[in-house]
């Protein structure tokens, strides 16, 4: 492990609430059973959740957006005021892209909840749906991978400059476990069941690595590191 003296430096304390505030808003989905109990948790995607035709859709998007922006300004906060070595610099990097295409799963909502309703399926099947609808899928999907590849590279950082140790002992795990969900994701998908249950472990997973986020930023806090020098923060130290 390749130990920089004097630790990456602090966030400003309200850093450390957002990034908090997003993981509390991510897991949005955990209000599925008091605001949408008729949408099918074992095999209906949580992105049925905030499609437009469905009750408090608003509630579930919302969610999205706030994590969304939240993150890119606790990702660009962190490349301003901390320490900058090459593993933090493309974790930071990674996070702000998450929160990119998280904007994107709540400005590119589903029609409708195919598993709910039989014309919206076959509407699906018969590709008469909106870009919206379609564009979905790929903000679904890439906001996974740059969670995942944030959450990663993150705990690489930790582990090889021997910063955050929360990030450091279960970044990695939860990043191998978000890919196995993943995994599993797909083959729920391809089995036409299970997929609901499946994804919304996935979720969990990311909520917990953006809480785990959090902690790492307020153990740092609380522990009164002074902000590094700025030879240091640009990395000009060997």
Known sequence: MERDGGGPGRVPLFAVVLALVAAVSYASFFLENVLSPDLDVINGYVSELSAIDQPFHTVYSAGDLITGVLSIVVAVTALLTLRRRPWSVAGW??????GLWAMGDALFPLDCAPSLETWCALRERADQVSFSHQFHSVTSTTVVCFGVASLFTLSMAARRYGWWPALARWGWPLAMLEIVAGTGTLVAMLLGRWLGIVQRVQIAILCLGLL??????????????????EPEREGVLP
């Open 93 to 98: 990097t990674l996070q702000g892209l998450f």
């Open 212 to 229: 785990t986020i959090a902690w790492a930023l307020y153990t740092d806090q609380r522990a009164g590191r002074t902000t590094p020098s």
